[in-house]
């Protein structure tokens, strides 16, 4: 069995397979394993997740991994007020919403239960079952706040968390998709809350340590530095080839013969990988039509996280600039301080030519409007820009446009062959989210071993 | 803590607002539902029900089925009802409990704050 790609999706289906008792090779693109989750220490000794770190409520299946693993969590700081800007001045607020124009954010309110009302009636797993799916399908997001909501303030709220939830603005999103995703997280309130939502708590060491763990088991079986540039595949067959790097440096191509392979990568990388015979047209269409979204993580370390004397939580809302949500992403003990905003949609795409230290320039300008001076003046700043990432092209999750559900959404999970699909687009609960990754690759492993008459395993 | 006669004269004053508001009469539309309120610190039970995109008058007692039940403190309950208390933060932080299916929580949870943003 081959598995492309170590991130929780792979990871989750090569550790699932093996248990079956199937011989199983992971290739890797990357020089680490986690993929779209990545811990990383800072020169200044902070520990930041540059990709996916929060985990929340009903999240069972990476619940499960860490309590396996005995990887401990801590909620997510969020006591004090949090700071709004709008139209360029600072207010304070307390709450899941912000109160300077408390008409708009009652508008805000209304619009997101009318989302979450449609949301409800939206199979995650197959949105394109809904009696309107089509009609659902042809509108964006962006077109139903339009002619859903009333007042200027609540669609840049809409937005703003659009932007947060998704790396993309709302007219870039099929209104199905977006009520899909929401209900694959029970509510689009429910993404969008830290308390009770799904950036409720942390990971102690990190949100990679689970990957790192599961990949230690898994040994030898999973090869790093190992690129897949082409499947062949026939009937019961796949031959897979990576281009893996030697000890010398060089790249040299490396086959790995099997009976079948998981791709467990974003749908935007696998349109980089040559299948043989090409895949079937609706199953291209798909990949051709799942773009990443777009954002950057920016992280500011500071001695300590001085907004709390203040009685701040360090979450920031904006509807305009480039960092629309920041948070107070300090670690447990607070033995540094650390603010991390997203640069997202749009702004993050306007400010790719600027490059890492124009980027930073703009967001400390930010902070510091939002927490003070001294917010300017952090003792580093380090930043992860997805979409220069040849192995993610950007995040936090593919962005699908209107048609594609209803159009190639039945190629998602549909095998080819000996085609297996896997990753967290292909989810059907939490989709976009570590824990639709980790369940993507159970089901994956287990339509393999269901394939090749074993018993199919119950659980996680 | 609350008595229930404060309760009831707050209940009555946040009734008002709600059912002259065209939002959130908007928002209850084809919502008729029997909640019911408790309050933790005093023991004591209320039943009020939505109909016609109204809501109806606060009753003593627990009345009926209820298709949600809204736990808190008396003092919670008068707060939220004058509009002097973000129902957001209660909730977020456990003191305000809502039990019912998640259609009506989520209906609640939206109505109230809207009741409390926009009045
Ligand atoms: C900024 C950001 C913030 C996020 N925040 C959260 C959060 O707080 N909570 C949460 O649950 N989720 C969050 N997410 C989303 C979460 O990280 C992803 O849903 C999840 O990690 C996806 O896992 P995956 O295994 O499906 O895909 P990936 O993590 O993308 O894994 C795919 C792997 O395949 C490898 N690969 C790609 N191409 C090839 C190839 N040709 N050959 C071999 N290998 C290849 C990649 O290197 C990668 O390791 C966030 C994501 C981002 C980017």
Known sequence: MVVVGAGYAGLSAARNLVDAGLDVVVLEARGRVGGRVWSETTRAGALVDHGGQWIGPGQHHLQGWADDLGVTTFPTFGDGANVEIREGRRHLFTGLVPTSDREGSADAVAALLELDLLAHEVAPGEPWTHPDAIALDRRTLGDWVVSEVGSAAARAMITTATLGVFGAEPCELSLLYALAYAHGGGSMSALLRTAGGAQERRFHGGAQQMAVRVAEALGDRVVLDAPVSSVRHGPGRVSVTADRVTPDGHRRPWRVDADRVVVAIPPATQGRIAFDPPLPGRRDQLVQRSPMGSVTKIHAVYERPFWRDEGLSGQVVADTGALRLVFDDSPDDASHGVLMGFLAGHEDRILDGSGTAGRAAVALAELAAAFGPVAGSPIEVVEQHWSAEPFTRGGPVACLGPGVLTGCGPALREPVGPVHWAGTETATAWSGYIDGAISSGLRAADEVTAALGRPVRQGA | ?119
């Open chain 2, 1 to 119: 803590m609350a008595t229930a006669d404060e309760l009831a004269e707050a209940y009555g004053d946040w009734r008002g607002r709600c059912n002259a508001n065209p939002r959130l009469a908007k928002m209850l539309r084809g919502w008729d539902r029997t909640v019911h309120l408790v309050t933790s610190d005093t023991g004591e039970g209320y039943t009020l029900s939505v109909a016609g995109s109204v809501l109806g008058e606060l009753r003593s007692g627990l009345v009926g089925a209820p298709d949600l039940v809204v736990t808190a403190t008396s003092e919670d309950f008068t707060d939220l009802f004058w509009g002097d208390l973000n129902p957001s933060e209660k909730y977020l932080n456990g003191e305000i409990v809502l039990a019912g299916s998640s259609e009506d929580v989520m209906r609640l949870d939206a109505m109230s704050m809207v009741a409390f943003l926009d009045q």
